[in-house]
Nanobody, 115 residues
Framework: QVQLVESGGGLVQPGGSLRLSCAASGSSFRGGVMGWYRQAPGKQRELVASIGRGDVVNYGDSVKGRFTIFRDNAKNTVYLQMNSLKPEDTAVYYC?????????WGQGTQVTVSS
């Protein structure tokens, strides 16, 4: 089983930037799809970004052009660079990894965009 530990959330002003990190440990995560979902109060969880084999990436429509997902395989870590943040980006962000044996989730990290 893969364990995921997230970091990098916090409070930022509109237009600012944050970088989230998700470090994987435990069983091999190679070949899995990693990414981020988010959930705001009263809303459904939505896909933010994912990265799969060959570093093929996918983004939710609301973050395209502002967020970038990338990973460092040597560190078993995936990152989410978030620029031009908006108040509507406020949510708990969850890292995940999808493997053939199942999906594992991180504990979530709060991102708050407010002046």
């Amino acid at each position: 089983q893969v364990q995921l530990v997230e970091s990098g959330g916090g409070l930022v002003q509109p237009g600012g930037s944050l970088r989230l990190s998700c470090a994987a440990s435990g069983s091999s995560f190679r070949g899995g799809v990693m990414g981020w979902y988010r959930q705001a109060p009263g809303k459904q969880r939505e896909l933010v970004a994912s990265i799969g084999r060959g570093d093929v990436v996918n983004y939710g429509d609301s973050v395209k052009g502002r967020f970038t997902i990338f990973r460092d395989n040597a560190k078993n870590t995936v990152y989410l660079q978030m620029n031009s943040l908006k108040p509507e980006d406020t949510a708990v962000y969850y890292c995940y990894i999808a493997l053939l044996v199942g999906t594992s989730w991180g504990q979530g990290t709060q991102v708050t965009v407010s002046s």
